[in-house]
């Protein structure tokens, strides 16, 4: 902990990259959990355009329930203290593989999210945005320009991120003096590939996470536990 106090101390500009382990400590499933996601549902039922172009009621039904346990919950100390780290520091920028929009919760105002976010819809078939939608989206919702229907804003699988958020992602990793990895195993890419990245730089990197993962052995820090318990203590909150 002393070491990555000291990391911490001196560095002006921070990027840290989250993933579904800070999101757990605020009671919100995660595809990996034994009682999670998976086991409720197949990935491909819910979470890939073919699934959306076979069942869009089914894919809204499950997105509206991911909304409602948004709707309640609440950012933890982890958040918190990664949003209160951007009064000390010229820059903190959060790379998120969340969609749950906790960070921006907790007051975070840079904030990169890599897989889109639950609470955004947009046209399937042109694009465009949707504004001021409720927790409880309609299953059959329609565009305002056009006679396409309204998917979930989530990058699903076997779609490819956005360029716009993949490059803010690279400039950020190449700004930063110190990196942080938090609640992620660092297996799923693109956004592994930001850590190791960061290891081939050689800039301070800091994992906080209950267990090993491949990035452990080589990181400058790596701390073992909950995000909301770790974060306060690291970063002097």
């Not at 757990?24 to 491909?44: K, P, Q, Y």
């Amino acid at each position: 902990m002393a070491q990555g106090r000291k990391l911490v101390a001196g560095a002006r500009r921070v990027a840290v990259l989250t993933g579904a382990g800070i999101s757990a400590e605020s009671g919100l499933a995660t595809f990996r959990d034994s009682g999670g996601l998976w086991e409720n549902h197949r990935v491909e039922d819910v979470a890939t355009p073919q699934a959306f172009a076979r069942d869009p009621v089914l894919v809204w039904e499950f997105y509206n329930a991911r909304r409602r346990a948004g709707a309640q919950a609440r950012p933890n100390p982890g958040h918190l203290a990664l949003a209160a780290l951007e009064q000390r520091k010229e820059s903190v920028v959060i790379i998120t593989q969340n969609v749950d929009g906790l960070h921006q919760k907790a007051g975070s105002t840079r904030v990169v999210e890599l897989h889109g976010n639950i609470w955004r819809a947009r046209c399937a078939r042109c694009g465009r945005a949707a504004a001021d939608l409720p927790v409880e989206v309609p299953f059959l919702s329609y565009c305002a320009s056009c006679p396409g229907l309204l998917r979930p804003d989530i990058v699903w699988f076997g779609e490819a991120l956005a360029p716009r958020d993949l490059e803010a992602a690279a400039a950020a990793l190449q700004d930063c003096g110190l990196f942080m990895v938090v609640g992620t195993s660092a297996q799923v890419q693109p956004a592994a590939s930001f850590a190791f990245a960061a290891v081939g730089r050689g800039v301070g990197v800091i994992e906080v996470n209950k267990e090993e993962t491949p990035l452990s052995s080589l990181v400058s820090v790596s701390l073992r536990g909950e995000a909301g318990e770790v974060l306060p203590a690291l970063l002097f909150v």
